[in-house]
């Protein structure tokens, strides 16, 4: 059965009642797809995203890419904000971001920026975006605008083969456990100040949290991913902060292994798109005194299970 048929039959009847997705690249046609690291990531190249409308094989083939590679880059792709709105709605609805302001007219696409005298950076800590809504996004996309001459490199890390390198004793063990996870945390928290300070749109204070297994299966893929974050996880359902930091700990440590990484090197013109239900990223912030700006786009996602 070929991968479309097979996508909407999942549609149609539910994930968990068929086969994971395999993944055959011989069914592309016009991508050319390159991997830039063992575990994720992959670069596709001589695309030009602005004929997407006309050719929706191309989306096809773009699907098919992130579920296989978990975080995809396209380069030279210097879309306008509708252009880039555009190109996203092709794989899921976008949503907008509960702590900062659209840019103008564009509700559902944030900056994100660091200005040359500014030192922290958004979302400079490992996560998975806005994993404290109840259904959160499923994919975010970032095109770049603005980079310095070096360094602001986004790190990506691949959250089923994390699951996978765990022994089976503690598989079974996290198999039945729950996380809260909050959008308070103070090193989180503290990567939104900037932005919030010139950008906010009133949410600052609200605190949002929801509890989500810490072990989840992907809706299209089927396979295991861990779903907990040194951003935004607090403690497990039923524990205390303190009964849950040490286990917790070491998920944070193992889940960033550098074996489980990917590292992309930004041009004006690049994207990146990745997919929040098996991966984590962590934008480096290495590039004081430099201004980089992207926009930011989120796909809305499903309740994890
Ligand atoms: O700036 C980046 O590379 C990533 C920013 C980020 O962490 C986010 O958009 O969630």
Same mark, same amino acid.
């Given at each position: 059965?070929?991968?479309?048929?097979?996508?909407?039959?999942?549609?149609?009847?539910?994930?968990?009642?068929?086969?994971?997705?395999? =993944?055959?690249?011989?069914?592309?046609?016009?991508?050319?797809?390159?991997?830039?690291?063992?575990?994720?990531? &992959?670069?596709?190249?001589?695309?030009?995203?602005?004929?997407?409308?006309?050719?929706?094989?191309?989306?096809?083939?773009?699907?098919? &890419?992130?579920?296989?590679?978990?975080?995809? %880059? %396209?380069?030279?792709?210097?879309?306008?904000?509708?252009?880039?709105?555009? %190109?996203?709605?092709? *794989? @899921?609805?976008?949503?907008?971001?509960? %702590?900062?302001?659209?840019?103008?007219? *564009?509700?559902?696409?944030?900056?994100?920026?660091?200005?040359?005298?500014? #030192?922290?950076? +958004?979302?400079?800590?490992?996560?998975? /975006?806005?994993?404290?809504?109840?259904? !959160?996004?499923? $994919?975010?996309?970032?095109?770049?605008?603005?980079? !310095?001459?070096?360094? $602001?490199?986004?790190?990506? &890390?691949?959250?089923?083969?994390?699951?996978?390198?765990?022994?089976?004793?503690?598989?079974?063990?996290?198999?039945?456990?729950? &996380?809260?996870?909050?959008?308070?945390?103070?090193?989180?928290?503290?990567?939104?100040?900037?932005?919030?300070? /010139?950008?906010?749109?009133?949410?600052?204070?609200?605190?949002?949290?929801?509890?989500?297994?810490?072990?989840?299966?992907?809706?299209? #893929? $089927?396979?295991?991913?861990?779903?907990?974050?040194?951003?935004?996880?607090?403690?497990?359902?039923?524990?205390?902060?303190?009964?849950?930091? !040490? =286990?917790?700990? +070491? =998920?944070?440590?193992?889940?960033?292994?550098?074996?489980?990484?990917?590292?992309?090197?930004?041009?004006?013109?690049?994207?990146?798109?990745?997919?929040?239900?098996?991966?984590?990223?962590?934008?480096?912030?290495?590039?004081? @005194?430099?201004?980089?700006?992207?926009?930011?786009? #989120?796909?809305?996602?499903?309740? !994890?299970?």
């Amino acid at each position: 059965m070929n991968v479309t048929k097979r996508l909407s039959q999942r549609r149609r009847y539910g994930f968990s009642a068929l086969r994971p997705l395999v =993944l055959r690249p011989s069914s592309r046609r016009h991508l050319c797809v390159q991997r830039i690291a063992g575990s994720l990531g &992959a670069e596709i190249q001589d695309v030009d995203l602005n004929l997407l409308p006309e050719n929706p094989g191309i989306a096809q083939e773009i699907r098919e &890419a992130i579920l296989e590679h978990q975080v995809i %880059f %396209f380069r030279n792709q210097n879309l306008k904000p509708a252009a880039f709105l555009s %190109f996203a709605s092709h *794989f @899921g609805k976008p949503a907008e971001y509960p %702590f900062v302001r659209g840019i103008d007219g *564009f509700p559902e696409i944030i900056q994100v920026l660091k200005q040359e005298h500014e #030192t922290v950076n +958004f979302g400079g800590i490992w996560h998975s /975006d806005t994993s404290y809504f109840a259904e !959160p996004p499923m $994919g975010t996309l970032l095109l770049a605008k603005e980079v !310095p001459p070096f360094g $602001g490199d986004t790190m990506f &890390a691949n959250q089923y083969a994390a699951y996978e390198g765990l022994s089976e004793g503690l598989k079974r063990t996290l198999s039945s456990l729950n &996380a809260v996870n909050t959008s308070a945390k103070a090193d989180a928290s503290k990567t939104r100040e900037d932005r919030i300070r /010139d950008s906010g749109n009133g949410a600052a204070t609200t605190m949002l949290e929801a509890t989500h297994p810490v072990v989840r299966t992907h809706p299209e #893929t $089927g396979r295991k991913a861990l779903y907990v974050s040194v951003a935004h996880t607090a403690h497990f359902e039923g524990w205390t902060e303190g009964e849950s930091a !040490p =286990l917790l700990s +070491f =998920l944070f440590a193992h889940q960033i292994k550098p074996e489980f990484t990917c590292r992309f090197r930004w041009e004006v013109g690049s994207i990146a798109f990745w997919d929040n239900r098996c991966v984590q990223h962590y934008p480096v912030n290495d590039y004081h @005194g430099y201004r980089r700006s992207m926009l930011r786009i #989120t796909l809305a996602g499903d309740k !994890p299970r």
